[in-house]
């Protein structure tokens, strides 16, 4: 079963605005990734917090996360038309081996 | 030039009909897994393997089998029990902690 679930399922901005996604989980977690996957690709890892972090960045890329809540939430800012993409959140579920996945966000950044 | 490798990138099979994807990484990564993904969704889990000669079902593991002889290759085979084996499959590495996955290019299969 998905474990973590992306809101909204598709977001379509201009370029330049910032594009914010939100990921909830259901169990505890030891960290949350998200990941992009560009139309009939791999998946490319972008960022990890652990559950003892509360913010993170990587470049145009902020990552935030509420334990209390079983939310994340990516930020990217100054979108650009190469950012279109599906977008997902992933977690371990408390495993050290496996990830969950969530059904991602369909991000389409028009130039 | 380190990563995984998938193929075929696109795959035809028959009724009844076994077909066997590929999967080959040089990041002398312990890990490997199997996922699938169907269309504007996220990706299930089917098998995945914490080292050389050992694995363990995933989530939708039914019609699928694995081997893991060697560190390096870990295909997978969709046998004819999978009833609705059409998708994009997706094969990942990690470090033994299974932090971050390193993800190779996909397969997609079809079913003619």
């Known amino acids: 079963s998905q474990q973590g679930e992306e809101d909204p399922q598709a977001l379509s901005i201009q370029e330049g605005e910032n594009a914010t996604m939100n990921c909830s989980y259901k169990?505890?977690?030891?960290?949350l990734q998200w990941y992009r996957q560009n139309s009939g690709r791999g998946l490319v890892h972008l960022i990890l917090i652990r559950s003892n972090e509360r913010e993170k960045h990587s470049g145009r890329l902020r990552v935030t996360l509420d334990t209390s809540k079983k939310s994340s939430s990516l930020l990217i800012t100054a979108s650009r038309a190469a950012d279109t993409a599906s977008y997902f959140c992933?977690?371990?579920?408390?495993?050290?081996?496996?990830?969950?996945f969530g059904s991602g966000t369909r991000l389409l950044v028009r130039p | 030039d380190g990563g995984i490798t998938q193929s075929p990138k696109y795959l035809f099979r028959k009724e009844g009909q076994n077909v066997t994807l590929s999967c080959e990484q040089n990041?002398?990564?312990?890990?490997m897994y199997w996922y699938r993904q169907d269309p504007g969704q996220g990706l299930r889990l089917i098998y995945y393997s914490q080292i050389v000669n050992d694995f363990q079902k995933g989530d939708i593991a039914e019609g699928y089998s694995v081997s893991r002889e060697k560190k390096e290759s870990f295909p997978l085979t969709v046998t004819s029990a999978q009833k609705n084996p059409t998708a994009f499959y997706l094969c990942?590495?990690?470090?033994?902690?299974?932090?971050?996955?390193?993800f190779g290019p996909g397969t997609r299969l079809l079913v003619l």
């Open positions: 992933a977690t371990d579920g408390g495993s050290s081996y496996k990830l969950i």
């Open positions: 990942a590495s990690s470090e033994p902690r299974g932090e971050t996955q390193y």
């Open positions: 990041l002398n990564h312990d890990a």
């Open positions: 169990t505890s977690i030891n960290n």
